[in-house]
């Protein structure tokens, strides 16, 4: 691979991250893996505030809280592995600007999402140049926001919105086997904090929307250690994906509560094997796409109330 | 460079005016009986001709037109590589700790790595960075490699993932190139991922001389090759055709609403009006026989990015002309908005959950859109 | 249709009909001379746009180790620019190292008296060899910052594109300030293996869990194996600003200090059996960089009266009149303003700037690191000393906010 000329480049035979001597020897592991100390349907704190970033027509930061795990490592530090992490992510919107004049002319608001990790985000250290799941994500990001905008107010205009991601979540435990299950789930919970940035943001920009849309996950888990899986997987909402043992399978929404509409679905794994109380006949996609919902539903509340701080500060200030 | 970025995930806007938007709407949202433009059923595929194998150099290759004009080639190659993990390059040679890693060290080689599958699109007007290729590839590739079989089942009980595992060290990397020949004329996801999954069908790997976890060695003989999705032998076959007790690639099936309708494999022209798109996933479910849902993305759909139509009492030079009365706005139930009947307007807002339900109701059901469309590809003959 | 400001000359405050935040973007100039220059008659003190006086820095804030993926990270806030800063190390095995056998026979004396004195604590600079650390560090790229700008920051920078032109300049700034500052000692980054003594076999079986008592041993041993580098750690340290407002060099670099200050690295050894490095994850065998010495950046903007005054002289040689007849005015009133810590609109309105990288020594020595003056001639000596005087105040106060950290 060429060296990129417009960064400062390590050393040129490479490096590697650190081999922990716990991580060898498996059998006794230093540090068991963390445990979800919170009940299935009860949701992470969201941390979440706008206007933070002056020279942006409208920003927000949002940071989840961290599970009681990585809290308790935190205050009593003993290993360097942190058991999990907890999102943390800046968005800043810029517009609505002209269109450059190369554009083609269009009707509505464009908008452009962009959403990069920071080099030191993740377990694994990230590149500099977007990876085809960033791209992913910012293409997810884009289907759910543009449901929620009113777009056709802003002819001719381009709307720039661009997230980094300070701390990601993880997509399983760090003990695991790497290919345990190796789906990115952990992907999905970026994606609903993604969203929930977003929509504050644009809020914060003052640009019309239909409602505020915000992002929830559900995931169907199956925690028991024994290996033969006759106990049915539950649903839980919010999951972090370092609590459990195996996830099967995972939604994550973007909702309107307003309007009870979803303008974002993604949904994968295994949703078939569900077990939900006796007369539930709904089926496992159904109960998890219902369990993200309720999630969003939950960021909402979050969302109205840090959009609220900002008008009134807005109002204040005029 | 603008067409492209609002093309992101859904194909080019269209260049219909706002009336024919409007008329194709109305029709596509007959209340049980949508008028589609080809006079097509809303369950019903495009005609298309299907041909495998028709790359001598590949391990499996598929080539699938459909007849207005849009045709896709998929090319699979497979290659053995060598497999490292990183915590196990240390355990390997690690003889006194080794055994208590037996176990997870051999569980988990069995389980396989999804990024042994590779894929890349390519379709014309577009680079391989461009939002449509990464959002159509990765959709595609997250169910192939999601799709797992049960633990009863022998050969592909993991799925994909583990079918390709030779052993402990060795793996088969499978490299999928889809190549889009003509222009998107319509959402090219449907096409892509029938092609992809002929392709995949006819896939054969060449059978294994070596045993255990020696260094893995084949036979050249390329009549005895092993298909990689296994096929029901022709003696015990003949009872169960379908092969539904084998596991199969998935295929990702478009699905939009219109109204009330829910329409599948739509054309560039019914795209443009859908109220939402959605991308299902499914497969057969080895066990029961049944389908399975895999994944389901939402797709932006492009009538979102369309021009607005005029109502003549908005309209300047319509002045007077018209009584007021006679465009009043009524209430959309699909969309739950005020419109003027006949008066396009884009679509806004998201999806409704029941709406959702019965989308993927519909693929999944019985002798549904699902059914027939894998029952179609195994039709095709294999050479 | 005349513009509007042109009523408005650079002495009359900004109150006919526009509101002040109009006048701002219309003549931004005018408007920023104005408050620095009142009119006598007014008795107001000179005072920048946003509320500072000419020599005051913005609010400061720093924030270390919030982030769970890094060794070490910081937050930094001045006034309304906010930069993070993220130190990620990983090991780079001498086996990977293309020249390192070379440069290890060439150096093999100078090494070795090095390794005899890595076994004293070492307290003072002066005890390591600096071309040694010099080479180690610089030659073997052991430093990496990025500073990424590409984060919405400001209007203006695309995200995902390539580093913009600033960025590419900054990451220099901070990579050579990095190595003239000699901040972070080689011997922290290097992972010693002591080759056992083959005599005693017990120590070869013990060497996973003992390794702190063989380091007590060496002293024994050291004189038949000299101990060997089997790695270094590399320190990733990635910038990402995520609000711009003006001067971003003091709020990186201020953030690559206090991440530093935070960084611990794993204690790491080689593995005889693996033949490999490997860290325990212990955060009491964990240790902490220890820097040399604390330098603080502060950058300054000089504000022009008249910004072409000083270039007209030389583009146009009849303005020679003229210009004699400004450097009568200099003297009678300042033309001119050294603004410490512009923001984002004053740097718009600026031509020639100064940064000053300033540390003290125990005993209140001032030490210039580094100066740095461009963009035009107005600052002379005089202003020069009154800089590194404020610079110095600036340290105290950044040592105290980075402390509390």
């Known amino acids: 691979m060429m060296a990129d000329r417009r960064r400062i480049n390590g050393p040129p035979g490479g490096t590697r991250p650190a081999v922990f001597a716990s991580n060898l020897q498996s059998g006794t592991s230093a540090t068991d893996r963390a445990q979800r100390q919170r009940q299935p349907s009860e949701l992470r704190k969201i941390f979440l505030k706008t206007g933070l970033i002056p020279t942006a027509s409208g920003s927000s930061y949002l940071e989840f809280e961290p599970s009681a795990s990585l809290a308790a490592a935190r205050a009593n530090p003993k290993s360097l592995i942190p058991p999990s992490s907890a999102l943390k992510l800046a968005c800043t919107v810029h517009g609505p600007k002209p269109l450059p004049r190369s554009a083609a002319f269009s009707p509505n608001l464009v908008l452009t999402t962009h959403i990069k990790y920071a080099p030191f985000a993740a377990r694994q250290r990230k590149g500099h140049i977007r990876d085809a799941s960033e791209r992913d994500l910012g293409v997810h990001l884009e289907t759910a926001l543009r449901g929620a905008i009113i777009a056709e107010r802003w002819p001719k205009s381009g709307l720039d919105i661009t997230i980094t991601i300070l701390e990601a979540e993880d997509d399983r435990w760090w003990g695991s086997a790497p290919d345990s299950h190796d789906a990115s789930w952990g992907m999905m919970n970026v994606l609903a904090g993604c969203i929930t940035a977003a929509s504050a943001a644009i809020a914060d920009a003052h640009i019309d929307c239909l409602d505020l849309v915000a992002g929830g996950v559900a995931a169907l888990v199956s925690d028991d250690s024994a290996s033969t899986s006759t106990v049915a997987p539950k649903l839980m909402l919010d999951t972090d994906p370092a609590e459990h043992r195996s996830i099967l399978s995972a939604c994550v929404v973007a909702y309107m509560p307003a309007r009870d509409e979803i303008t974002e679905l993604w949904l994968k794994g295994d949703s078939s094997k569900a077990s939900l109380e006796d007369g539930d006949d709904r089926t496992g996609h159904e109960a998890l796409i219902d369990g993200a919902v309720d999630a969003a539903r939950g960021a909402h509340a979050v969302l109205a109330e840090a959009v609220r701080e900002s008008l009134l500060k807005t109002v204040g200030q005029a | 460079m603008s067409n492209q970025r609002q093309a992101s ?3 080019q806007v269209p260049h219909l005016s706002p009336a024919e938007l409007s008329y194709l709407y109305s029709s596509l949202s007959l209340p049980k009986t949508p008028i589609r433009p080809d006079g097509r059923s809303p369950t019903q595929f495009r005609p298309l001709t299907a041909e495998t194998n028709i790359l001598p150099g590949t391990n499996g290759s598929a080539r699938i037109g459909f007849a207005d004009g849009t045709q896709a080639i998929v090319g699979v190659k497979a290659e053995v590589e060598k497999t490292v993990l990183a915590n196990e390059t240390l355990a390997r040679n690690d003889g006194g700790a080794g055994l208590d890693r037996g176990e997870q060290e051999g569980s988990a080689a069995v389980g396989g790595h999804g990024s042994w599958v590779q894929m890349s699109i390519e379709i014309p007007g577009f680079r391989d960075d461009d939002a449509l290729p990464v959002f159509l590839s990765e959709m595609m590739r997250e169910s192939l490699v999601g799709a797992v079989g049960t633990r009863e089942a022998s050969d592909m009980a993991g799925g994909l993932k583990e079918r390709l595992v030779i052993n402990k060290r060795w793996h088969w990397r499978l490299y999928i190139d889809v190549l889009l020949l003509s222009q998107p004329l319509a959402y090219p996801l449907p096409l892509l991922s029938l092609t992809t999954h002929l392709a995949l069908l006819s896939t054969k790997l060449p059978k294994r001389k070596s045993q255990g976890e020696e260094d893995p060695f084949f036979d050249d003989d390329w009549a005895v090759a092993e298909y990689l999705y296994p096929r029901p032998s022709l003696s015990s076959g003949k009872t169960n055709s379908t092969g539904s007790s084998f596991v199969r690639p998935p295929v990702t099936l478009l699905v939009i609403s ?98 959702i339900a019965e989308m993927v109701k519909t693929a999944l059901k019985k002798g549904g859109v699902g059914e027939e469309v894998l029952e179609g590809l195994e039709g095709v003959e294999v050479s | 249709m005349a513009p509007p400001a042109a009523t408005a000359a650079p002495s009359v405050p900004p109150s006919l009909s526009l509101p002040p935040s109009q006048f701002a973007r219309l003549q931004p100039h005018a408007y920023l001379l104005g408050h620095l220059s009142p009119p006598s008659a007014s008795n107001q003190p000179s005072i920048r746009a946003n509320g500072r006086a000419p020599s005051q820095f913005r609010v400061t804030s720093a924030n270390a180790g919030s982030l769970t993926h890094t060794n070490g990270s910081a937050v930094v806030r001045i006034g309304d620019t906010a930069a993070v800063c993220g130190v990620r190390a990983e090991l780079l095995h001498t086996e990977d190292i293309a020249s390192w056998s070379v440069s290890q026979a060439s150096g093999s004396n100078k090494r070795r008296r090095l390794a005899d004195l890595g076994e004293k604590p070492t307290e003072e600079d002066e005890d390591e060899d600096p071309e040694e650390d010099r080479a180690h560090i610089e030659d073997l790229n052991l430093l990496v910052p990025n500073l990424s700008l590409s984060t919405g920051c400001a209007p203006g920078f695309i995200p995902g594109a390539a580093p913009s032109a600033l960025a590419q300049s900054l990451s220099h700034q901070i990579l050579s300030l990095l190595h003239s500052t000699r901040l972070v000692r080689a011997d922290d980054l290097r992972v010693w293996y002591q080759p056992p003594n083959l005599g005693p076999e017990e120590l070869e079986r013990h060497n996973d869990e003992e390794q702190m008592d063989v380091d007590a041993e060496q002293s024994a041993t050291a004189e038949e194996k000299p101990r060997e580098i089997k790695a270094f750690w590399v320190l990733y340290i990635d910038i990402m600003i995520i609000s711009l407002a003006g001067n971003p060099f003091d709020a990186a670099w201020a953030a690559v200090l206090a991440a530093l200050r935070d960084t611990k690295l794993p204690k790491a050894w080689w593995d005889v059996d693996n033949e490999t490095i490997v860290c325990s994850d212990s955060v009491a065998d964990a240790r902490k960089l220890s820097l040399r010495g604390l330098p603080v950046a502060s950058s300054y903007g000089v504000f022009e009266a008249d910004a072409a005054a000083g270039w007209r002289a030389n583009v146009i040689p009849d303005a020679v009149e003229e210009n004699a007849q400004a450097q009568k005015d200099k003297k009678g009133s300042p033309e001119r303003w050294i603004l410490a810590d512009p923001d984002g609109y004053e740097e718009g309105l600026i031509q020639e700037r100064a940064c000053v990288v300033i540390d003290k020594e125990k005993d209140g020595k001032t030490t210039i690191v580094k100066m740095e003056k461009n963009g035009g001639w107005t600052v002379d000596t005089e202003d020069l000393r009154q800089l590194v005087e404020m610079s110095a105040r600036r340290w105290d106060e950044m040592k105290r906010i980075l402390e509390q950290c």
Request: hydrophobic share 40%; glycine share 8%; aromatic share 2%.
């Open chain 2, 258 to 355: 219109v109204g009330e309708n829910i329409i599948f494999d739509p054309n560039r022209e019914e795209i443009a009006v859908a109220d939402a798109v959605l991308a299902i996933s499914i497969t057969r479910d080895s066990e029961a026989g049944t389908l399975k849902l895999l994944s389901i993305r939402t797709v932006d759909p492009p009538s979102r990015l369309t021009q607005p139509g005029v109502p003549n009492s908005e309209n300047v030079s319509m002045l007077g002309a018209v009584a007021p009365t006679e465009d009043v706005a009524v209430l959309n139930p699909a969309t739950g908005e005020e419109e003027v009947p006949g008066v396009w307007r884009p679509r806004r807002g998201g999806v409704k959950r029941s709406v």
């Open chain 2, 9 to 11: 995930s859904a194909s």
